[in-house]
């Protein structure tokens, strides 16, 4: 029953945070309600696969990318631990992440990763809000809805997780 109500509490406040707020306002989406029952990738095609790495302390750390960001907040990790951004060529707005060159990594604490879509056409980003979905790397299936902030204007879906995979934006 308490969950329920919780459900239908958060549902309303999005109605009426919806019907309030302007166009060009953040949106949050919550990852275990979701109207939409068949999210689709947001097409943002590139020819270059673009990667970088940088070292996080167990004090904290950030690594970006071409507006991508990943925040590691003081004992996500318990040793240095080298993040990996990859934003790699193909029709979709997605990223790889990765810590010490695994794809698939668990961290202590949850890190907030934000996805720029800032290449992407205002077609792909004007039909509602967007959320950051986990993906499989190779077949670009969707597996599980992160959720996220989008921020309209920023162009960006900020999210949290404690893992690493592939991610991608959908709508």
């Known amino acids: 029953m308490t969950k329920s109500l919780n459900r239908l509490a958060t549902m ?45 302390l167990p004090l904290g750390g950030s690594v970006t990318l071409d507006g ?8 996500a990790v318990l040793l240095p631990t080298d993040i990996g951004i990859s934003a790699p060529a193909g029709q979709y707005m997605q990223i790889n992440l990765s810590a010490n060159g695994q794809d698939h990594y668990q961290f202590r604490a949850p890190l907030t990763v934000t996805l720029s879509y800032a290449r992407c056409s205002r077609a792909n980003i004007d039909k509602g809000p967007l959320s950051v979905w986990l993906v499989d790397e190779e077949t670009g299936a969707l597996l599980q809805n992160m959720g996220g902030v989008d921020d309209k204007q920023a162009r ?9 995979s592939g991610y991608a934006i959908a709508n």
């Open 12 to 56: 309303l406040a999005v109605v009426v945070t919806g019907a309030c707020a302007d166009s060009d306002a953040s949106t949050t989406l919550d990852p275990a309600f979701s109207s939409n029952t068949s999210p689709e990738l947001v097409e943002c095609p590139v020819d270059v696969t673009r990667s970088t790495q940088g070292n996080v």
């Open 68 to 75: 991508h960001s990943v925040s590691v907040p003081m004992g």
């Open 156 to 164: 960006t879906v900020t999210f949290t997780t404690d893992h690493f």
